[in-house]
C-alpha cells in the first residue's frame, strides 16, 4: 500500500497543467466599459492565472486570435500602438492576424496608399515589428512568392517551450479575410485554404517535436449554450471554424481559438476543442491541459465556457457588477483564489492613451439623442436607417448605400451626443465614394443581395419590392420620390471605398476589374457624418428612424436559393 501512494504520488508530480487564455476580436479596448472588459481586465485575470499556476508548478500561455487593434478612438489615434504595448505588458505569447489588422494602410493619416511609394501594410508591419510576440499568418500568400508572407516577426507557426515540452501554435485567418478589409491595402495578397494549410502546418510541427497543437484562428462559428463541451445541439455546425475542425485529420491539432463573428464557442469537435469568447474584451476562452512531464503526452483536457472579465461583482450572486449596483453590495473579483487586479502597467498604457484620445472624445456635436440607437442585427434598425440617411442627405445623391451588418460597431448613446461615440460607431477611416450607375447595374445588386439574409445591404433613397415566380426573379425599385427606376436610368449612388473597392461583395456583380476609382480628396465617411450631426441639431428619436411600417427590403421570406433575374 505504502508503495502504491508513493507511485501515485510520483505520477502527479509528474504531470503539470496547462492553462491557456485566449482572446480574440479585442478591437482596440483598453479600457473597462460598464464595469468589465479591457485589456485592463484581461490583464488582471491573466496575472491571477499565472498566480495560480506557480502554485502548482503549472504554466500559462496566452493567445489572441487576431483583430486586436482597431476599433476605439485611444487605439485608432496611434495606429494601434497603445493596445500593442498593453499586449506586450501582459506576455501575450502569440497572435493570429486577423482582416482588421490591414485597416489603417500606410503609416500615418493615409487610409490607403495614394502616392507610389506608399506602403498599403505600412502601418501594420510597424505594429508587428513593436510586438514582443509572434504575429501569425500561415494562409496568408503573397503572390509574388506563393509563399506565406515573409514580414519582420510575421511566421506561419512557432514553438513555444512550457516546462520543457513543445507546444506549437498556428495562426490562420477567414478565407473571406481580403473581403473584408480595405482592397486597397491587400493588393497582391490571397488566403489559402485553412484545412489544407493547418494539416500541412500541424504535420511539420509534429514532427519537430511538438506534443501540443494550438490553432489561433481568425475565423468563427457560434454556440448558445455551455454546459456540455461535447453537446452541439446549440452550435452552428455550417459555421467556418466548425467546418474546418471537423474536416481536420483526427488527433492532429488539440485546441483551436476562434474568433472573426464575435460570437461564443466552448465545445469538442472531431475530438478538437474550440473556444472563442465574443469581443472586445469583456469576456475570455480559456482551455486547460494536464501534461505528462516525461512523454509530453496529454493526460486529460478541460473547456471551460466564456468568463466575463469584470472587475468587480455583486456579493449575492456572484454576477459582473455594474455603474447602478449598490456600492455596499460590490466587491472585488476573484479568480483561481486570487484577487484580480490590473496590471499597473498596463493601467498606466491604458489611462496615457485615454488621456490623449479625451479632448477629442468629448467634444460635443450639438445634438440631443432622446433614447439609445441600439445596435441590432437588422438591415433596417434604426441607427443603420440614420446612417443611410445622413449619407444621403449629406451629399444630395439619388441613393446611399452601406454595409450596416458589420460596417456599423457601436451604439449611439441617449444623451448629449459627442465625436468619441460617433467614432466608436464607425471607427473605419473609409472615404465617400460617388458613383454613377444605370437602373440595370442596381437591380444586379439587389438581386444578388436579397439572398443575402440577414447581412442585406442598408440603404438611403429608395424601396425595392422583390418577387420570385417559378425562380425567376422580378425587381421593382422606386425612388423616395415615387418614381419607378429604369433599367435606362443614371443614378448617383453614394457608397465607401471599402465598398467601392470590393468590400462585402456588395458592388461585386457590377465590379470593374480592380474596384472603382476612388478620389483621395473626397472626405471621410465619418466626417461627413459628423458634420450632418451638428448641422442638424436639436433632438433624434430612434423612433423616426423605424421602417417597420414601410420597409425598404421587401423580400419574400424564404427567398428560394435559385431565384434570379
Same mark, same amino acid.
Given at each position: @500500500? ?56 503549472? +504554466? ?35 497572435? /493570429? ?40 499568418? +500561415? ?43 480595405? /482592397? ?53 455546425? /455550417?459555421?467556418?471554424? @466548425? ?147 445622413? @449619407? ?33 460607431? $464607425? ?31 442598408? $440603404? ?106
Amino acid at each position: @500500500m505504502l508503495a502504491s501512494c508513493a507511485t501515485q504520488q510520483d505520477a502527479q508530480r509528474d504531470e503539470f497543467t496547462v492553462s491557456v487564455l485566449g482572446t480574440n476580436d479585442v478591437h482596440g479596448q483598453l479600457l473597462p466599459d460598464g464595469g468589465r472588459g479591457g485589456l485592463v481586465a484581461i490583464s488582471a485575470y491573466v496575472n491571477a492565472l499565472r498566480a495560480a499556476r506557480d502554485e502548482d508548478g503549472g +504554466a500559462v500561455l496566452v493567445i489572441d486570435a487576431g483583430d486586436m487593434w482597431q476599433g476605439t478612438l485611444e487605439s485608432n489615434l496611434v495606429e494601434g500602438a497603445a493596445v500593442v504595448e498593453a499586449y506586450n505588458a501582459i506576455g501575450f505569447d502569440a497572435a /493570429a492576424m486577423g482582416n482588421h489588422e490591414f485597416d489603417f494602410g500606410p503609416v500615418g493619416s493615409k487610409a490607403i496608399p495614394e502616392a507610389p511609394g506608399d506602403d498599403p501594410r505600412g502601418a501594420l508591419k510597424r505594429r508587428v515589428s513593436e510586438a514582443a510576440f509572434p504575429v501569425l499568418a +500561415a494562409n496568408l500568400i503573397d503572390n509574388k512568392t506563393g509563399r506565406p508572407v515573409d514580414w519582420e516577426n510575421v511566421h506561419p507557426s512557432v514553438i513555444l517551450d512550457v516546462n520543457g515540452i513543445k507546444v506549437g501554435v498556428i495562426g490562420v485567418m477567414t478565407s473571406r479575410a481580403l473581403q473584408a478589409t480595405i /482592397a486597397a491595402n491587400v493588393v497582391g495578397l490571397r488566403v489559402a485554404p485553412l484545412v489544407e494549410t493547418i494539416t500541412k502546418e500541424a504535420r511539420a510541427l509534429r514532427e519537430q517535436g511538438a506534443a501540443v497543437i494550438i490553432v489561433t484562428a481568425h475565423a468563427g462559428s457560434s454556440c448558445k449554450q455551455f454546459e456540455d463541451p461535447k453537446n452541439l445541439s446549440s452550435c452552428d455546425m /455550417a459555421g467556418e471554424i @466548425m467546418r474546418v475542425a471537423s474536416e481536420l485529420p483526427p488527433g492532429l491539432v488539440d485546441h483551436i481559438f476562434a474568433g472573426h463573428v464575435h460570437r461564443a464557442i466552448a465545445h469538442i469537435v472531431n475530438g478538437i476543442s474550440i473556444t472563442s469568447a465574443y469581443s472586445s474584451t469583456r469576456a475570455f476562452s480559456r482551455v486547460d491541459f494536464d501534461i505528462d512531464a516525461n512523454t509530453g503526452d496529454v493526460v486529460s483536457r478541460r473547456v471551460f465556457p466564456p468568463h466575463w472579465a469584470c472587475l468587480s461583482v455583486v456579493r449575492s450572486s456572484g454576477e459582473c457588477a455594474s455603474p447602478v449596483d449598490a456600492a455596499n453590495g460590490i466587491v472585488s473579483a476573484v479568480y483561481e483564489g486570487h484577487a484580480v487586479k490590473p496590471d499597473p502597467r498596463v493601467l498606466e498604457i491604458a489611462a496615457r492613451a485615454a488621456a490623449f484620445a479625451e479632448d477629442i472624445r468629448q467634444q460635443k456635436l450639438g445634438v440631443h439623442l432622446e433614447s439609445t440607437f441600439e445596435l441590432a442585427t437588422g438591415t433596417e434598425s434604426p441607427l443603420a436607417n440614420l446612417m443611410t440617411d445622413a @449619407m444621403l442627405e449629406s451629399t444630395g445623391a439619388d441613393i446611399a448605400m452601406h454595409n450596416v451588418v458589420g460596417g456599423i460597431r457601436n451604439t449611439l448613446p441617449e444623451g448629449e451626443l459627442t465625436f468619441g461615440s460617433v467614432y466608436e460607431m $464607425f471607427p473605419f477611416d473609409n472615404r465617400v465614394v460617388e458613383l454613377q450607375l444605370t437602373g440595370r447595374q442596381l437591380r444586379r445588386i439587389i438581386a444578388e443581395q436579397a439572398h443575402n439574409h440577414g447581412r442585406r445591404a442598408g $440603404f438611403s433613397g429608395m424601396r425595392v419590392f422583390v418577387e420570385c415566380t417559378n425562380d425567376k426573379m422580378e425587381i421593382v425599385m422606386e425612388l423616395d420620390s415615387g418614381t419607378t427606376i429604369r433599367d435606362d436610368d443614371s443614378l448617383t449612388v453614394i457608397v465607401n471605398d471599402y465598398l467601392a473597392l470590393g468590400g462585402d461583395g456588395i458592388l461585386t456583380p457590377i465590379m470593374p476589374e480592380g474596384g472603382f476609382d476612388v478620389e483621395n480628396g473626397m472626405p471621410l465617411t465619418r466626417d461627413m457624418l459628423v458634420k450632418w450631426f451638428q448641422d442638424n441639431g436639436d433632438s433624434l428619436n430612434p423612433e423616426d428612424y423605424l421602417t417597420t411600417e414601410n420597409p425598404k427590403w421587401n423580400v419574400p421570406n424564404p427567398l428560394p436559393g435559385a431565384c434570379a433575374l
